[in-house]
C-alpha cells in the first residue's frame, strides 16, 4: 500500500499567516494519463471531510482562493494564506493513485 | 441540492453485523460511485471500498474484503454497507462519500457512529 506521510504545523497559527502542510508518498502518483492523483480535505470539529484540492492543486467548486495546493512525483504541498478562524480542523491528504486508496495520518491547525 | 444522509448511530454487541445506510438526494446514484470511509480518532482515515450503483460493481480494499458488503437499492437512491462479525475494532464512524469519476470525493454523508460493546 502507498503510505502518506504528512507533516505538522507550529500551533496555533496567528490569525492573518499563511500556513502550509506537507504531504509525502511512499510511491510516484502520477499516473499513466500524466495526472498526479492526489486529495486534500478539511475535517472541522464534528463535521465530514470537506475536498479542498483534487489531481494535486485544482480547487473542488466553491473552495476560498485562499487554499492552493502544489506537488509532484512524491512531494506535495497545501498552502492556506491568511488563515482564518474557519479553516481550523484536521487537513488530510490522500492518493487516489492506485488500490487501495490511502489518506495520512492528519494534521492539525489551530488558529490564535 | 446534492446530500447524502446516512442513517442513525448504532450500538451492536461482538459477533454481530450492522447495516448502514446512506440515503441521496439532488442527483441518481448511478451516476456516480459511491465509496465508504472509516475515522477512528486515533487511526484517522480508513478508505473501505466503492460501489457503481448502475451494475452493482464493487471494489473493497484488500484489509475490508471479508469485513465490509457494498450494496445498492437504485429504486429508493441509497446505498448500504453491511459490516459482519463485529469486533471492538469495528468501533468508528463511518462515512459514505460520492465521487465524480473514481476519485474526486466531492460529497460525503454526515457520517454514522457504529459503536461495537457487549
Known amino acids: 500500500d502507498i503510505v502518506m506521510t504528512q507533516g505538522a504545523l507550529p500551533n496555533p497559527v496567528p490569525s492573518g499567516e499563511s500556513a502550509s502542510i506537507t504531504c509525502r508518498s511512499s510511491k510516484s502518483l502520477v499516473y499513466k494519463d500524466g495526472k498526479t492523483y492526489l486529495n486534500w480535505f478539511l475535517q472541522r470539529p464534528g463535521q465530514s471531510p470537506q475536498l479542498l484540492t483534487y489531481?494535486?492543486?485544482t480547487r473542488a467548486s466553491g473552495v476560498s482562493e485562499r487554499f492552493s495546493g502544489s506537488g509532484s512525483g512524491t512531494y506535495f504541498t497545501l498552502k492556506i494564506s491568511r488563515v482564518r478562524a474557519e479553516d481550523a480542523g484536521v487537513y488530510y491528504c490522500q492518493q487516489v493513485r492506485e488500490y487501495p486508496f490511502t489518506f495520512g495520518s492528519g494534521t492539525k491547525l489551530e488558529i490564535k | 441540492e446534492v446530500q447524502l444522509q446516512q442513517s442513525g448511530p448504532e450500538l451492536r454487541r461482538p459477533g454481530s453485523s450492522v447495516k448502514l445506510s446512506c440515503k441521496a438526494s439532488g442527483y441518481s446514484i448511478t451516476d456516480y460511485l459511491m465509496h465508504w470511509v472509516k475515522h477512528r480518532p486515533e487511526h484517522g482515515l480508513e478508505w473501505i471500498g466503492w460501489i457503481d450503483p448502475e451494475d452493482g460493481e464493487t471494489k473493497y480494499a484488500q484489509k475490508f474484503q471479508s469485513k465490509a458488503t457494498l450494496t445498492a437499492d437504485t429504486s429508493s437512491n441509497t446505498a448500504y454497507m453491511q459490516l459482519s462479525s463485529l469486533t471492538s475494532e469495528d468501533t468508528a464512524t463511518y462515512f459514505c462519500a460520492r465521487s465524480e469519476g473514481m476519485t474526486k470525493f466531492d460529497y460525503w454523508g454526515q457520517g454514522v457512529m457504529v459503536t461495537v460493546s457487549s
Open positions: 489531481w494535486t492543486s
